[in-house]
């Protein structure tokens, strides 16, 4: 029957095919045999799917047979009937009671004839024994409980009676084929239907049935074909066996209702029927309803469950017989439905096969929760118009089928509604239209074929995916006709092999589309059969189609459209591997990010004729193409042929490049497609290129490779190349990375042909951001190519095309509208260089020069700034230039400034000659012992008395006073010598000491930036410079005192008491910022009864002056409780206040640059006043230099010492006072052996007596006296010759009007210098700068302290 339904399928119409195919029942074979017209019968089948009839209901059963006289058992059927031995049955049983029915282990319980029935209908339990078994055609069992021990059987197997009236399981014919019940029988496939260009799929052997009871089958399975037509050699089919259980059922054993074996020469029979329905069910027995093995296998039964508790998961088969003929073609699955999931399952136990299993007409209610077609099984849904439609999951697995529709017959539409549908493996195959509704399609390793066989009313395939699609392990979506994808979540082609393609497609409404490296949306597909709908291409027509640049807003799929791949209202593209096609259009997209291995090619799949086409002569001879750029022409031997025209608009291009020939030479290139990317009412937010965009023309060489598979001869030459197509874009913002490729280029002719015109890129950019909100729209550093092709040995290169952009707004131009050069305005709209214009060279001043803003300069004047910080907009002038055009210019100024200075000299020679009067003071007359005292010390008459005050415990307790090196200034800040003085190497570790000395040293540095800015402010006011720079002294003396009061551990102290109590060191500092000094103390634990030393033992010591000589910090001697205290042990201290005022007043005479002139004042006075009043009390001072640094800075003031060692070394006879010359060669060849450390105690071991020495050695310095005084020297600079001209002092007891006079003087006078250094010349600002910085006085400037003398004042004794 399976062969004559092949042969009516190739001489019959279509119609009578689909009929045969889909039933075969006597009264369509009378139809057709009646010679009805095809029109009716395909009314008849096409218009109300067919469905075989249900099953009669089964007759009433006869009466119920009695437990021991008829089957030989013990006991009653009403308690318990025991079948205690083998029976043989040769007739229907009819078993009914209300107890239980007992079979025990190793019975046979048999009626071995086909279809023999055996029922058995009790209240109570049901048992089958170990190793128990019952054989027969039918087997009903209905009972509260029952068990199936291990060991036993319920075997149907091959024992069928007839099966349904007009169905066709049982084959006909004699080619041996299999019989069908839930699957189809296999047919083998024999050479004569091979002849006939018959495939595997084309012949089957016995069809399925009983597809409305699959959820409770009862139907037998049908017999397998034969080989002979003399005997009947196929295999039985299948029983069927029924069990309706209240309670729990035990299997253990085996329910078999397989097909029986037909052997070599005959079909197997099809699986018969299972229904098992329990509350419970256990065990882990084998209930199979498989077909039969054969000459070609038999299909598979139907089992079904019906049970509410699974404990166990008992082995079930239902898959085709082995087919002998056919190996590879094994009978198909049937069926497996559980009821309480509501499940089908396909299986095939991983048997080959080119059968199906049809599924016919699916419930609606309720619907099926899940489909499972798996282990190369083959299902197919074959009605017209079918829906198949779950609540679950569809899954195929494991190289399982789907077919829907009839290979030959594609002209219908299915429908497929799921939660999910999960392909691995696998393959689904649609002959027409699908229309799919799943909220999420996963493939992997699997394929969706659809074919819609050229038929225009089912072109179109629709599916939609809401949440999620994943391609996956080279996974393909596959039609040859119109093909829409939906979905509102994320359509993922994850890597190598995954493809989409379809004559058109439509992407869309998904959130992100993600085509990974390797894989391919295409469109139209590449190698389209005849049988494809090929979209038609808009080749010869000069207008521009109105949907590329307004296209419509519902994405739906359109074949009157011209798109050929569509990517519509996704948010986020990214592009890793390649989207091909003819005409690609990505609307209402937001973002599209091409990796560097990503491509978006329209390259070759533009037109092969076109506007453009090239020309091709009779020799063979062809030129390029043209579409931006004109065709290469195309020459041989001293004869050419002209390339294509140039066509288009540049401004808003949208056409297809052309190709080198037309549509009815197979051997032309073909042009460049067009790519269109946004539209102008939703362009691209962003548009991120790593890797290519391409809209090439095809080259010569693809063509060779194309016609060598033709077989076509091309004589003496070949074609052109095809030009470029066009690349559109509707752009917010463009990046175009270093790897990335944007080209539209002509394709290579052939070695006599020319090359292929460019084609044209278009820059479309929206919303181009101006002025203070301009952000660059563009960052470009790929390549942007739209050049012509090349051409062969002879043939012309194409000409180039097209590049441009949308005309950028004022201030901006060029494609990417970036900013006019510093420089030019550009004031109109329009995109060419040649509008950003130089702004006019009188509005830009001297010292400017123009500078660039953010969104371009559109209007004049042009923005400029000054070349350097030191001039001022908006006329570029220094701050003295300013003043002095304030003024009315530089020869009004420089009168005002003359006159103004000539005022200012006589104001302060008059408050000079009545504050100060003469240089040098009168001294006293010699004091002598007693009450004349009081008269020895000038200026003290209006000073009152200072009570003494006790001291005694501080003094008791501090052991010594070590002095800050430096004068504290930016360039030489304080700082401590690391080695501890002998004094207090008794109360210190020496390590932690100079850890100490380190971190002090650090804090009392300065910072670079701190010296800057003094230097800044001395430029510009020398009084703020002066704040400034004792506001940081102030700021580094807090911190010093911060961290020795309460940051610093002490550990350096060897006293337990000072380190907790932090009370062994203080730091402070004289008033003018410039001398600080550390006091040690004992903390009292010590148990030391030699300390702290006495006075006479800390002789000689030495009290060091604070300031230096200027006018803003004169020397001074700063007389502190602790030192008076000290001092007040040999002397009172109302004798040691009164020499701290007068030396004061006389130190206050001292200048900085004239210390050999003024100290001789000092120490007249010294040896005149001083030295007598305190000689009565054994005490002496001698004026000293003390602590020279490594830049020769020097620290000046007291050494006192008493009066013993003087008198000592005046009564030594062997001793003679040295010459001034003596003294003067001695203390060069001292200098020139000593270090300057080391200078003080060369002196002194030279003017003192030996025991002087040894106890003078301490101190680091030199005593200076009348005689040694010439030999001090001062650092001077260039100018210091200027400072005579003017000379003023500070006026005692004046210092507030004084350094009033001074500040005011120095701003006058910085005043001054500019005005000249713009009316002279701008070398002399420099050099009155540093004469100003040189005078002394109160024209005093930072000449020690500025960066050009770092080391300060420094001494020198020669």
């Known amino acids: 029957m399976a062969r004559f339904l092949a042969r009516v399928l190739r001489s019959g119409g279509s119609a009578i095919v689909l009929a045969v195919i889909l039933s075969w029942f006597s009264s369509s074979v009378a139809f057709v045999e009646t010679g009805s017209s095809v029109t009716d019968l395909d009314e008849f089948l096409f218009h109300q799917d067919y469905s075989p009839p249900a099953p009669p209901p089964p007759p009433p059963h006869p009466p119920s047979v009695s437990c021991t006289e008829d089957l030989g058992g013990v006991g009653s059927l009403d308690s318990t009937c025991q079948i205690v031995g083998d029976l043989n049955l040769t007739e229907n049983v009819y078993i009914a009671g209300k107890g239980n029915f007992v079979v025990l282990p190793s019975v046979k319980f048999h009626c071995p004839e086909a279809g023999c029935e055996i029922a058995v209908n009790i209240s109570g339990n049901f048992s089958l024994g170990e190793n128990a078994s019952i054989v027969t055609g039918s087997f009903e069992l209905v009972a509260n409980n029952a068990s199936f021990a291990n060991g036993t059987a319920v075997n149907t197997t091959a024992m069928a009676g007839a099966p349904p009236a007009q169905t066709s399981g049982t084959p006909q014919g004699v080619d041996g084929a299999g019989g069908g019940h839930g699957g189809r029988g296999a047919g083998c496939l024999t050479e004569e239907d091979k002849k006939e260009g018959r495939t595997a799929a084309d012949v089957w052997g016995g069809d399925t049935y009983s597809w409305q009871g699959l959820d409770e089958p009862c139907s037998y399975g049908s017999r397998g074909g034969t080989t002979s037509k003399e005997a009947d050699l196929g295999g039985g089919g299948g029983g069927r066996i029924k069990i309706t259980v209240l309670g729990y059922l035990e299997v253990n054993g085996s329910i078999l209702a397989d097909g029986g074996n037909g052997g070599s020469n005959g079909g197997g029979g099809s699986g018969g029927s299972i229904y098992i329905k329990a509350q419970k069910m256990i065990g882990n027995g084998k209930i199979s309803a498989c077909g039969g093995n054969g000459y070609a296998g038999g299909g598979g039964g139907r089992v079904a469950f019906n049970v509410f508790s699974r404990h166990d998961e008992p082995t079930i088969y239902v898959h085709g017989g082995s087919s002998f003929g056919c190996p590879q073609n094994a009978g198909a699955a049937g069926t497996f439905y559980d009821a309480v999931p509501r499940s089908l399952v396909i299986d095939n136990h991983n048997m080959t096969t080119n059968t199906e299993t049809l599924l016919m007409e699916f419930p609606n209610q309720p619907l099926w929760t899940n489909i499972y077609v798996r282990n190369h099984a083959r299902a197919s849904v074959p009605l017209l118009w079918s829906r198949v439609q779950v609540q679950g999951q569809i899954s195929l697995l494991n190289r399982g089928i789907l077919s829907f529709g009839l290979e030959h017959y594609a002209s219908s539409e299915f429908e497929v509604l799921a939660e999910e549908l999960l392909m691995s493996d696998s393959v689904i195959r649609v002959y027409g239209a699908l229309r799919m509704s799943v909220k999420m399609f996963l493939m992997w390793n699997s394929k969706m074929l659809i074919y819609g066989d050229g038929d225009a009313t089912v072109a179109t395939s629709l599916l939609e995916a809401s949440n999620l699609v994943v391609l996956r392990e080279s996974s393909v979506i596959h039609s040859n006709a119109n093909l829409g994808i939906h979905g509102q979540g994320l359509l993922n082609l994850s890597g190598p092999g995954d493809l989409i393609e379809a004559q058109r497609l439509v992407l869309s409404l998904f959130y992100s589309i993600h085509v990974g490296p390797g894989s391919l949306l295409r469109g139209p597909s590449k190698n389209a059969t005849a049988d494809a709908i090929t979209p038609r291409l808009y080749c010869e027509s000069h207008n521009c189609p109105a949907e590329l640049l307004e ?26 591997g390649l989207i091909e096609g ?9 973002t599209i990010a091409i990796h560097s291995s990503g491509t978006v090619s329209a390259s070759g799949l533009g037109c092969t004729g076109g506007v453009g086409r090239g020309s091709l002569l009779s020799n063979g001879i062809g030129s390029g193409g043209g579409h931006g750029g004109k065709g290469g022409a195309g020459c041989y031997n001293g004869v050419c042929v002209q390339g294509g025209i140039s066509y288009g608009n540049a401004d808003m291009p949208c056409e297809l490049g052309s190709g ?34 391409k809209a090439d023309g095809e080259s010569y060489d693809r063509t060779i490779r194309r016609e060598k598979y033709n077989k076509m001869y091309i004589p003496d030459g070949g074609p052109g190349g095809g030009s470029g197509g066009t690349i559109l874009m509707f752009l917010r913002g463009l990046a175009l990375g270093e790897s990335a490729i944007l080209s539209s280029i002509g394709g290579k002719g052939s070695p006599n042909g020319g090359g292929g015109g460019g084609g044209r890129i278009r820059f479309h950019w929206s919303d181009i951001p101006t002025g203070d909100v301009y952000q660059p729209i563009a960052s470009v550093e790929g390549i942007i190519d739209t050049g012509g092709g090349q051409g062969g040995d002879h043939g012309h290169v194409g000409g180039n095309g097209t590049l441009t952009g949308k005309a950028c707004p004022k201030g901006l131009y060029g494609i990417f509208c970036v900013e006019c050069p510093a420089g030019t305005y550009k004031n109109v709209t329009g995109s060419d260089g040649s509008l950003c214009r130089h702004c006019p060279a009188n509005e830009l001043p001297r010292r400017a020069e123009y500078i660039a803003v953010r969104g371009g300069i559109s209007e004049t004047p042009c923005p400029y700034k000054c070349i350097s910080e030191r001039y001022h907009m908006p006329h570029c002038y220094t701050a003295l230039e300013e003043l002095i055009y304030t003024f009315g210019g530089p020869w ?9 200075l000539i005022l200012l000299a006589l104001v302060l020679s008059v408050a000079r000659m009545k504050f100060v009067g003469v240089d040098e003071l009168p001294g006293p007359s010699p004091t002598q012992r007693g009450s004349q005292i009081d008269h020895s010390f000038p200026f003290l008459e209006s000073l009152n008395e200072v009570l003494e005050t006790n001291r005694a415990e501080e003094s008791q307790s501090h052991v010594h006073r070590m002095y800050f090196m430096g004068p504290n200034t930016f360039s030489e800040p304080w700082y401590l010598p690391h080695t501890p003085p002998e004094q207090i190497k008794e109360i210190v570790y020496e390590g932690a000491f100079n850890a100490f000395v380190d971190e002090i040293n650090a804090l009392a540095a300065y910072q ?15 009084p703020l410079a002066w704040s400034w720079q004792q506001w940081r002294r102030r700021m580094k003396l807090q911190r010093l005192r911060e961290f020795v009061r309460s940051e610093y551990d002490h550990a350096c102290l060897r006293s337990c008491r000072s380190r907790a109590l932090y009370e062994g060191i203080k730091v402070a500092a004289t008033s003018d910022l410039m001398l600080a000094y550390l006091d040690f103390f004992l903390g009292g634990d010590e148990k030391r009864s030699d300390l702290p030393p006495r006075l006479y033992q800390r002789f000689p010591t030495s009290i060091i002056f604070g300031g230096d000589g200027s006018y803003m910090a004169p020397f001074s001697l700063q007389s502190d409780s602790i030192l008076t205290s000290l001092l007040s042990q040999s002397v009172p201290p109302t004798i040691w206040y009164r020499l701290v005022a007068g030396l004061n007043a006389q130190l206050r005479l001292v200048r900085r640059g004239r210390l050999r002139v003024t100290f001789r004042s000092v120490l007249r006075w010294l040896e005149t006043h001083a030295n007598p009043a305190l000689r009565i009390h054994g005490v002496r001072v001698d004026l000293a230099w003390f602590q020279a640094t490594a830049c020769g800075y020097c620290q000046y003031g007291l050494l006192v010492n008493t009066t013993e060692d003087e008198n000592q070394s005046v009564s030594s006879p062997s001793r003679r006072q040295p010459t001034q010359t003596e003294q003067r060669s001695s203390v060069k060849r001292i200098q020139k052996e000593m270090p300057s450390a080391d200078l003080a105690e060369g002196l002194l071991s030279r003017l003192q ?6 106890r003078r050695k301490r101190t680091l310095g030199g005593i200076l006296d009348l005689n040694n005084l010439q030999m001090l020297e001062e650092k001077r600079n260039l100018f210091y010759f200027l400072s005579f001209m003017i000379h003023n002092t500070k006026p005692v007891g004046h210092q507030v009007l004084g350094f009033f006079a001074g500040s005011c003087w120095s701003s006058h006078l910085d005043v001054t210098f500019r005005g000249l250094q ?41």
């Open 551 to 576: 296209p419509p807003e519902d994405c739906n799929v359109n074949s009157s459209l011209s798109f050929t791949l569509q990517i519509c209202r996704v948010e986020d593209i990214i592009v890793a």
């Open 582 to 590: 003819s005409i690609i259009h990505f609307h209402r997209a937001r």
């Open 660 to 693: 080198s020939g037309n549509d009815s030479f197979t051997g032309s290139t073909s042009g460049g497609g067009v790519i269109v990317m946004g539209s102008a009412e939703h362009p691209l937010s962003t548009l991120s290129i790593e890797g290519s965009v």
């Open 892 to 900: 009004l100024f420089g009168l005002l400034l003359v006159g103004l």
């Open 1008 to 1022: 670079w930036w701190e010296g800057a800015m003094y230097s800044i402010l001395s430029v510009l006011g020398y």
């Open 1249 to 1254: 007596s030996s025991e002087t020495h040894m």
């Open 1318 to 1358: 713009f009316g002279i010349a701008e070398s002399a600002s420099v050099v009155l700068n540093f004469i100003g910085r040189c005078l002394p006085g109160f024209v005093h400037l930072t000449t020690w302290d500025s960066s050009s003398f770092p080391c300060g004042n420094q001494c020198f004794i020669q």
